[in-house]
């Protein structure tokens, strides 16, 4: 079986500013999901919004680190899931089901180190 990673962008907003009621429907979309592909799922995390990220940049042996991601989109990783999957198109036809509520998810197969 292969393994494929669905990246999970979002508008963090719609985490941070959301009322309970909000908060309760899209966890339930995650829980749904869960439920009727858990089976294809060996992996998954939420990241922290990206206030909290770091970037680094290696220039030879120097290296430069700065606060927060950078973008000028609206749409920050958010999570992900490792799917694995007999075929890219099993792995799709999951991915499409991804809860990602105000933003898209990407899909891309993980390379098999052996």
């Not at 909000?22 to 990241?47: D, K, M």
């Amino acid at each position: 079986m292969a393994k494929y990673v669905a990246l999970i962008f979002g508008d963090e907003d719609v985490w941070l500013n959301s009322d309970e009621a909000t908060t309760s429907a899209i966890l339930s979309e995650y829980g749904r999901f869960h439920e009727e592909y858990g089976r294809h799922l060996v992996g998954s995390g939420q990241l922290k919004p990206n206030s909290t990220a770091k970037l680094i940049r290696t220039t030879g042996d120097e290296y430069t680190v700065t606060d927060g991601a950078f973008g000028e989109t609206k749409e920050a990783l958010g999570g992900y899931y490792v799917i694995e999957a007999d075929d890219e198109a099993t792995a799709l036809e999951i991915a499409k089901h991804v809860p990602a509520p105000g933003g898209f998810v990407e899909l891309r197969p993980l390379v098999d180190l052996g």
